[in-house]
């Protein structure tokens, strides 16, 4: 059997074996169990009672965090050249069209979201085989394809993220940093699961949050009681 290390032990002896914290009380631990040298991804995990094969139980959306996420997100903005210089007063770290449909299809994605417009669309659906693995392809049910590039880009660079659930359940997303204080993750933790359960479908039946984990980059699991969530 193996010997748990000082961080280890440091750690459970934090987390009290099969209890369920409340949301406020997890949000808490999460930065006292992380011992990573480097400033964490603070990170949620929810198991949902959908069956996500079936097209009217997916379960997809945005949620502008009120703390933002932590994290230098680079934005690309593929639009024509009357939209470039409002994508670049936005904030977008790059602005181009044809330039940057070329440099990804000879395989650069060094971004973390790509915005787009609706005219664009016919050019870069030739891209999904590169955009699609990384989850960079643009979608309009996630504000990624608009008009109003300007407005998406702010909101992406302010906390915007979008998500949507895997094929076991579960919807993961990481929504802060470690270093946050326990009241910004709680109310980014709040707003996130509020959102995930305002896009409850119709045809999902009996308990629809199965179970939340709190936790940080390489740190283990902290259970929520959803009871909790509900009266928060």
Known sequence: MSKLTKNQKLVADKIEAGKAYS?????????EITTTKFD???????????DPRKANQMVRG???????TGKQVRVLCLCTPDKEAEAQAAGADYVGLDEYINKIKGGWTDVDVIITMPAIM????????????????PNPKSGTVTMDVAKAIREV????????VDKTGIVHASIGKVSFDAQKKYENAKEFIATIIKLKPATAKGTYIK??????TMSRG??????TVEEA
């Open 40 to 50: 964490a991804s603070f990170d949620i995990d929810v198991r949902l009672g959908v």
């Open 122 to 137: 016919g050019k870069i659906g030739a891209l999904g085989r590169v955009l699609g693995p990384r989850g960079l392809m």
């Open 62 to 68: 945005v949620v502008s965090l009120p703390n933002g």
């Open 222 to 227: 902290i259970k929520v009681d959803p009871k």
């Open 211 to 216: 179970s939340i984990y709190l936790s940080s």
């Open 157 to 164: 660079k302010q906390g915007k993220i979008d998500f949507k």
């Open 23 to 31: 949301l406020k009380e997890a949000c808490a631990l999460v930065s």
